[in-house]
């Protein structure tokens, strides 16, 4: 069933992705569609980005070349993709129940988005909709946070976040291995009014250089003691976590082949450090 509290929950990240995460995953995920995907398509293949959110990478595969289609169930993230990507086209509409039939040369999930679907069977029935919306000997490529990498990572601790003049956010993951369950807290500053003292703003700046990366998450821990006049709001989104057999199985059970995993590195042994990145198709006359 479509369950719409989700995506109404989603929009209230919008405006915090859009500014923040959107661009940067965006970046980061281009270098793998470049080693493990573009190079097996057409110049004018067409692509759908499956749980788009912000369309920062549809507009990335736009400019070269591709003719794509952003899908999300977050009206808010679709409107901000409409800005990021004119000239693409954007669909409304549940993950787990989309229909496209054969329209795509490749279909892509970024970021590890399909981690936010929460049991095999909403998984599967992903699969069936992008084996169905993809054309024969079409490619499917997505990226899943996995057990062991996500005991290693996501312990509760801060893992990325940011200071501005007027706002600062925080992201904090937390995984139970005992069930595969997760979630991560998103906590957002907002300044109401005065901006900081001069010197704070200043520290702010320095701050967000790369190499006080760990110093800046110190200061976002506390940052409530920091600012105490920002307004404070905390966003939970849950995720589960998928061992690599399982999704090689429900894979093979939609019907794909070619079925391949890898780290971003290209590593095709899987370890607690990265993400997996798992490659299939669908084959000939595979209706």
């Not at 995460?21 to 759908?48: D, H, K, W």
């Not at 899908?71 to 409304?92: C, K, W």
């Not at 990498?149 to 601790?157: A, D, E, I, N, S």
């Not at 999704?247 to 082949?257: D, S």
Request: aromatic residues 12%; charged residues 20%; glycine residues 4%.
């Amino acid at each position: 069933m479509v369950t719409n509290d989700r995506y109404t929950q989603y929009d209230t990240w919008a405006w915090l992705y859009n500014q923040t995460m959107g661009p940067q995953y965006s970046a980061n995920q281009i270098r793998p569609l470049e080693t493990l995907l573009l190079p097996a398509l057409s110049a004018n293949a067409r692509l759908l980005d499956l749980c788009c959110g912000t369309g920062q990478l549809v507009q990335e595969l736009i400019q070269r070349g591709y003719s794509v289609t952003g899908l999300d169930g977050s009206e808010a993230m679709l409107d901000y993709a409409h800005q990021n990507a004119p000239q693409a086209e954007f669909v409304l509409a549940d993950a787990r129940h989309f229909h496209l039939p054969d329209q795509f040369d490749a279909i892509v999930s970024t970021s590890a988005s399909l981690n936010h679907i929460l049991s095999i069977d909403d998984l599967k029935a992903v699969f069936r909709c992008v084996y169905v919306a993809l054309r024969d000997n079409g490619w499917f490529l997505f990226d899943l946070n996995h057990p062991a990498q996500m005991t290693r990572w996501w312990q509760g601790q801060a893992v990325e976040g940011e200071i501005t003049q007027n706002y600062a956010w925080v992201l904090i993951p937390v995984y139970d291995p005992r069930d595969d369950s997760g979630y991560f807290k998103i906590v957002l500053f907002q300044s109401q009014s005065a901006s900081s003292h001069p010197l704070r703003r200043m520290l702010y700046r320095i701050l967000s250089l790369r190499w006080l990366t760990r110093l800046r998450l110190k200061v976002l821990n506390r940052f409530q003691n920091w600012e105490p006049n920002w307004r404070h709001s905390e966003m939970i989104y849950h995720v589960r976590g998928y061992p690599e057999a399982t999704i090689r199985q429900a894979l093979a059970e939609t019907g794909f082949t070619e079925i391949s995993v890898q780290t971003i590195d290209g590593n095709p042994q899987v370890d607690n450090k990265h993400s997996a990145y798992f490659r299939c198709r669908k084959p000939a006359n595979g209706k």
